[in-house]
């Protein structure tokens, strides 16, 4: 366009090689922390709490990273590390907006080692125009439901 912004999703069709090695437990749970952690605020788990001040007068809810910082982050380590579907659900739950949840698995889905157990994160969105903006970012063949046509709906 001659003026405004122009956003591109792009997301590599190539699918984790058979036998990728996924992140161990210990190292999901403490990128998980991470991200926990930073939108701890952002939760409104201490939002009431005025009392919590940092150097510089502010409270500690304004200064709290918002999901966009967190899907930054994500964006520059998804090319390197492959999830499993249980993992995908858990980063999944970080995301409070269900727009910053489509964002995060749109970087992630085709890092995902065990794509047939797609079932375990797909509940997260199971409004219909959720997955229809999902099968548009993905492309309609990449988000196709390959292993439990069942519960799938396409209108």
Known sequence: PEAGKLDFDYSSSRRPPRGAVVLDAETFQRMLIALQD??????????TDSTLKSNE????????KLPRDDMQALRMVAHLIHLT???TRALLECFLEESDREDCLVTLFNRIADLHNEK????????GEQVNRLRKRLGTLVFFPWIQLEQANFA
């Open 57 to 64: 007068g502010r409270s500690m809810h304004e200064e709290a």
């Open 85 to 87: 579907a249980l993992q």
């Open 38 to 47: 930073q939108n701890f605020y952002k939760k409104g788990i201490a939002s």
């Open 120 to 127: 375990v994160f797909s509940v997260r969105f199971a409004d």
